[in-house]
């Protein structure tokens, strides 16, 4: 049984930073992509990242390219998704997801066969 579980969500200032980890198990990351999507009340889920090392994938949305980074640690079985400068409009629900590849439609919650459960990002002065 595929599990994804995330966590590292908080409520922080502007400009301030956080890391959230996706934590697998039931397979291995290491063969696949990792993706992240946001949703923030009342919108659409929105893709974050996605990136997949075997395929030399890496996305981001135009939104928080240069502020966000993915990394993994395929020894802990885990993604993370760095975020700094962060800034109001971050404000959402963030979900890790992960299937085989991010392909051209990365972006698109379909995409992606597991997800995890969520964890909220809150960021307010």
């Known amino acids: 049984q595929v599990q994804l579980v995330e966590s590292g969500g908080g409520l922080v200032q502007p400009g301030e930073s956080l890391r959230l980890s996706c934590a697998a198990s039931?397979?291995?990351?290491?063969?696949?992509?990792v993706a992240w999507f946001r949703q923030a009340p009342g919108k659409e889920r929105e893709g974050v990242s996605c990136?997949?090392?075997?395929?030399?994938?890496?996305n981001y949305a135009d939104s928080v390219k240069g502020r966000f980074a993915v990394s993994r640690d395929n020894a802990k079985n885990t993604g993370y998704l760095q975020m700094d400068t962060l800034k109001p409009e971050d404000t959402a629900v963030y979900y890790c997801?992960?299937?085989?590849?991010?392909?051209?439609?990365?972006?698109?919650?379909?995409?992606?066969?597991?997800w995890g459960q969520g964890t909220q990002v809150t960021v307010s002065a």
């Open positions: 997801a992960t299937d085989l590849i991010c392909g051209s439609n990365w972006y698109k919650a379909p995409t992606y066969h597991y």
């Open positions: 039931g397979l291995n990351l290491a063969g696949y992509a």
């Open positions: 990136e997949n090392p075997s395929t030399g994938d890496l």
